[in-house]
């Protein structure tokens, strides 16, 4: 520092001048504001992103997906070509046999498929507890379709589905949402290929309701920003766009000013209060402090160097309050 009255470097003191400030127990109520409105800013985005994320992933069980976007009723072919497209980051994809008959699905609806790893974790069909079906009688389901039927969720349970005279050992086990729409049962790969031989050549998605042998596709985006563009510059290239269905509970990742105006309303706000609790708190410590700045004034510091000492004292202020205000807000907002 050299601009003032004698032109010596007493950066120094005004360190030291600034560290005495601090000493003040009314800096105490300073730190104090910083570190609530630190808190503020931290809980409530908190609670904001864990309330979105709360209430996508009941959407995304209510679909039954987690997936991006999917397209039914394809044949092999059409898969292959699909899920190795390079705008397709991840994918898997089931077989469908058809929908359990019986009065124990009268009040739980429950499909026959087989499924990939990769199409049963983004179905939330992923077991718990035992593993996917590898051998030909080998099942695998939720503890709801197991509940309808009266059996116990324990791996090794016979099993017997009215549509064929084959007993299935049940291999694993996962809870299943009583919110979504079907349950699923998933079957071997081997079983699949002899009761319901996937499908080959070109599919037009006019296909019956039900219709075996069939596969159903789950895709994975390369982001979930505008994922219905994404899908669909994907899908286009093989005349399956007018077949595509996008995941809903996704639909907070499309940006539109209609949907953004009420947050950064919300955002300006909390910044804006938080602001003048800072500034007020602040103030009135300076306000205080004003007879000390007066002398200083008086002894000849320049207004530049006054503003310096203040700035300092303010630092020293935030990275106290900042860093515990961040800490705390954090798990109050969880």
């Known amino acids: 520092m050299t601009d003032i009255l004698f032109g010596n470097n007493n950066r120094p003191v005004l360190k030291l001048l600034a560290k005495r400030s601090l000493k003040a127990r009314r800096n105490t109520i300073a730190v104090l504001a910083i570190l609530l409105a630190t808190l503020l800013f931290t809980s409530l985005f908190t609670i904001a992103i864990s309330l979105q994320t709360a209430m996508q992933e009941s959407n995304m069980r209510t679909t039954g997906t987690s997936a991006h976007a999917g397209i039914k009723r394809l044949s092999w072919e059409e898969y292959e070509r699909l899920s190795s497209d390079t705008g397709v980051k991840d994918s898997g994809y089931s077989i469908i046999i058809g929908n359990a008959v019986g009065d124990d699905f009268n009040k739980t609806p429950t499909e026959l498929r087989y499924g990939d790893e990769t199409y049963s974790e983004l179905t ?20 709801i379709v197991l509940d309808a039927m009266g059996l116990p969720d324990k791996v090794g349970t016979q099993m017997e589905l009215t549509f064929t005279t084959d007993t299935f050992t049940l291999c694993g086990i996962w809870d299943g949402d009583a919110v979504a729409y079907r349950q699923t049962m998933l079957l071997s790969k081997k079983y699949t290929e002899q009761v319901a ?3 080959h050549g070109e599919t037009d998605g006019t296909t019956p309701p039900v219709g075996t042998g069939y596969i159903d596709a789950v895709m ?13 510059d994907v899908t286009s290239k093989y005349g399956l766009d007018e077949r595509v269905s996008i995941n809903d509970a996704y639909q907070t990742a499309t940006v539109s000013f209609s949907s953004m105006l ?3 309303t919300g955002i300006t706000v909390i910044f804006i209060a938080g602001y003048l609790l800072i500034y007020n708190v602040f103030y009135i410590s300076i306000a205080q402090d004003i007879r000390f700045y007066g002398m200083l004034k008086t002894l000849g510091t320049t207004a530049r160097q006054i503003r310096k000492i203040v700035y300092r004292k303010a630092i020293k202020l935030s990275l106290m309050g900042i ?12």
Do not use: C, Y
């Open 197 to 199: 031989p996937v499908i």
């Open 220 to 232: 994975m985006m390369p982001t979930a920003w505008n994922i219905e563009k994404q899908a669909l």
């Open 262 to 264: 009420p947050l950064v």
């Open 323 to 334: 860093p515990i205000g961040l800490l705390l807000g954090w798990p109050i907002g969880r």
């Open 124 to 143: 939330f069909n992923t077991p718990d507890t035992g593993h996917l079906p590898e051998q030909k009688n080998e099942i695998a389901t939720s503890r």
